[in-house]
């Protein structure tokens, strides 16, 4: 079983997602229940219009590049023999975003079409409001550890934070990186078409309520998505919540259950106990954070959760959360996983909704063009270009980012959107998804790419190959000890044969930031034996990947097939 509350095995045809695809838990409903109900939503399912005087959307823009929309909504079936648009893109969240730049940069005359705010998910509800949060939970810690101060030297009588401040800092940092994302694709000569995208027949889509209709040579949908609630659950907003509600920081909470360990639940685990929240996490599966590899897992608990105001329930489920109302707290009614008899009733003071994301595909006409979502998620081929209910292409049709489920994650929304641009503009190009990393903002950071160690044996074993396993402490490592962090592992896993890097895991300091030469090596087709020849600044940390490839045993000292050049 394929579960919300954990990292999906890595494989480029099964949808992946690093931030928990839709449930499948028991009593989960087919459609997500208790979404967000934006203006988006509102118009998705057949309610009023956007309010255009919201000062956060952006108008219709009358580019002089574009031509007045032309076709009417009679002519649906049949493909337009001339286009508005080279490029026409549903969502401007960062897959649409990054898509858009480089259709621009290809010479493509692009528009985006966006139902709510210009940045979507990452930018308005996710990475940003949420890395903010971590960059003030970052200090916190810091401020608080005694310990770690004095063996610097350092003496400071207490630290203390203004809610009020921290949330603003969140929000203010959403609003400044919509307001740039916004003008970069203005002054590139994008059209931002305010209103919600409806597919109406091949290469058309109507945009908003009224019945102007948009005519394309190719289309990309990077709708999104949205909070997946499990059915029983009864969001409020205010003392049971989700990520979306959760990075207002409107309270923070004394006590607050964190349904779902994912990255999302994990990353919030470390601010609110940084700011002062006990935890207790409730999770489906066994153990904790099951979608890491099992050994940085067990690491991540002893230093993330074990020494911290957080308590859990392994395999259980939340049947049923009512929120608190009328001095009664947040009511949490557990059962077992496995048998599904009555485990335990929590009272908490606020329940945090992590259980992971639905695909935002309803309300797109995709009935029009005989597409069949599976879970809700559109089906697209390592091309992203999305299959029919007959599993045949779609003509000119393409699905990025999280819409697709196969790995659900900011920049893979992005890269997605780049190579489908790359292959309308006459390059074929495959993104290799095995080399796409993958961060959690707990501090410390833990970034991985590629395979976990169970993963990388499962393959060996079908393939008849030989993993070895090589790792290095941070505590061996200068700059980390001279930052006073030296708890950190970063662990490779190869193939001994021939230097393939299999995946790679970091649990430490800027893990997230270290990743990256691993990503790369994999999608250069780099081998270990070449990489033990790169040079790397001391003291940096970047000597902890020095050091890891440089302990691996490759047996065959054959060149990558691009070799580096160092
Ligand atoms: C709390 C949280 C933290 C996260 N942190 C990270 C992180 O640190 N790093 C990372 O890589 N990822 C992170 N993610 C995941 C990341 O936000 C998503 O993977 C990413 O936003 C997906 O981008 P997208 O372009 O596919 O969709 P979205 O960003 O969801 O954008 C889709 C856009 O399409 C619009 N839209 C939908 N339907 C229509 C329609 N029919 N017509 C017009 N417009 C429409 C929506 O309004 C939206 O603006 C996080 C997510 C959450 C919730």
């Given at each position: 079983m394929q579960s919300s509350l954990s990292l999906p095995t890595l494989s480029p045809t099964i949808p992946r997602s690093n931030y928990v695809v839709q449930s499948t838990l028991p009593l989960a409903p087919s459609k997500p229940i208790n979404l967000r109900f934006c203006g988006l939503r509102r118009e998705a399912l057949g309610f009023s219009s956007l309010n255009q005087s919201d000062s956060h959307r952006v108008r219709l823009v009358a580019s002089s590049r574009s031509k007045k929309v032309s076709a009417s909504l009679s002519d649906n079936g049949s493909a337009p023999k001339s286009f508005d648009y080279d490029l026409l893109i549903i969502g401007a969240g960062v897959g649409g975003h990054g898509a858009a730049l480089h259709a621009v940069e290809k010479g493509l005359k692009t528009a985006i079409v966006e139902g709510d705010v210009v940045g979507g998910t990452c930018v308005n509800r996710g990475c940003v409001p949420s890395k903010a949060l971590l960059a003030v939970s970052g200090r916190m810690r810091e401020l608080q550890n005694d310990h770690h101060l004095r063996a610097l030297g350092l003496q400071i009588s207490a630290a203390g934070y203004d809610r009020q401040a921290?949330?603003?800092?969140?929000?203010?940092?959403?609003?400044?990186?919509?307001?740039?994302?916004?003008?970069?694709?203005?002054?590139?000569?994008?059209?931002?078409?305010?209103?919600?995208?409806?597919?109406?027949?091949?290469?058309?889509?109507?945009?908003?309520?009224?019945?102007?209709?948009?005519?394309?040579?190719?289309?990309?949908?990077?709708?999104?998505?949205?909070?997946?609630?499990?059915?029983?659950?009864?969001?409020?907003?205010?003392?049971?919540?989700?990520?979306?509600?959760?990075?207002?920081?409107?309270?923070?909470?004394?006590?607050?259950?964190?349904?779902?360990?994912?990255?999302?639940?994990?990353?919030?685990?470390?601010?609110?106990?940084?700011?002062?929240?006990?935890?207790?996490?409730?999770?489906?599966?066994?153990?904790?954070?099951?979608?890491?590899?099992?050994?940085?897992?067990?690491?991540?608990?002893?230093?993330?959760?074990?020494?911290?105001?957080?308590?859990?329930?392994?395999?259980?489920?939340?049947?049923?959360?009512?929120?608190?109302?009328?001095?009664?707290?947040?009511?949490?009614?557990?059962?077992?996983?496995?048998?599904?008899?009555?485990?335990?009733?929590?009272?908490?003071?606020?329940?945090?909704?992590?259980?992971?994301?639905?695909?935002?595909?309803?309300?797109?006409?995709?009935?029009?063009?005989?597409?069949?979502?599976?879970?809700?998620?559109?089906?697209?081929?390592?091309?992203?270009?999305?299959?029919?209910?007959?599993?045949?292409?779609?003509?000119?049709?393409?699905?990025?980012?999280?819409?697709?489920?196969?790995?659900?994650?900011?920049?893979?929304?992005?890269?997605?959107?780049?190579?489908?641009?790359?292959q309308v503009t006459g390059r074929d190009h495959v993104l290799n998804h095995l080399s796409i990393p993958a961060a959690c903002f707990t501090h410390p950071e833990i970034s991985m790419v590629g395979l976990t160690e169970p993963q990388a044996r499962e393959k060996a074993e079908k393939e008849g190959f030989e993993v070895s396993i090589a790792k290095t402490s941070f505590k061996a490592n200068t700059k980390a000890l001279a930052e006073n962090e030296g708890e950190g592992l970063a662990k490779l896993i190869y193939r001994p044969d021939n230097g393939e890097i299999l995946g790679v895991h970091i649990f430490g300091l800027h893990a997230a930031d270290l990743i990256h030469e691993a990503s790369n090596a994999i999608a250069l087709g780099t081998r270990i034996q070449d990489l033990k020849l790169a040079v790397h600044a001391h003291p940096t940390l970047s000597e902890v990947l020095d050091e890891l490839f440089k302990s691996a045993k490759v047996k065959e000292h054959v060149s990558s097939p691009q070799a580096v050049a160092v």
């Open positions: 921290v949330a603003d800092h969140a929000n203010n940092l959403a609003s400044k990186i919509r307001t740039n994302l916004t003008n970069s694709m203005k002054s590139l000569g994008v059209d931002i078409l305010t209103g919600f995208g409806t597919i109406l027949g091949p290469q058309k889509v109507k945009v908003g309520a009224s019945d102007k209709v948009v005519t394309a040579k190719n289309i990309i949908i990077a709708t999104g998505s949205v909070p997946f609630v499990p059915k029983g659950i009864e969001v409020d907003g205010k003392t049971v919540i989700t990520s979306d509600h959760a990075l207002k920081l409107e309270t923070v909470p004394d006590w607050i259950a964190i349904v779902g360990s994912g990255y999302i639940g994990l990353e919030f685990s470390d601010v609110y106990t940084a700011l002062g929240s006990e935890v207790t996490f409730i999770e489906a599966l066994d153990q904790l954070m099951p979608g890491f590899d099992p050994e940085i897992g067990k690491l991540a608990q002893r230093v993330l959760i074990n020494p911290r105001r957080i308590d859990y329930q392994t395999g259980v489920f939340a049947t049923k959360i009512t929120p608190a109302k009328d001095g009664k707290p947040v009511i949490i009614e557990l059962i077992d996983a496995k048998t599904k008899e009555p485990r335990d009733t929590l009272e908490v003071d606020a329940a945090l909704i992590a259980t992971g994301r639905a695909p935002f595909t309803h309300g797109l006409g995709l009935e029009n063009i005989d597409v069949a979502t599976q879970r809700g998620f559109i089906p697209v081929d390592e091309r992203m270009r999305v299959i029919d209910a007959n599993g045949k292409l779609v003509p000119h049709l393409f699905c990025i980012g999280d819409a697709n489920g196969k790995m659900m994650l900011a920049h893979a929304a992005s890269a997605q959107g780049i190579s489908v641009v790359e």
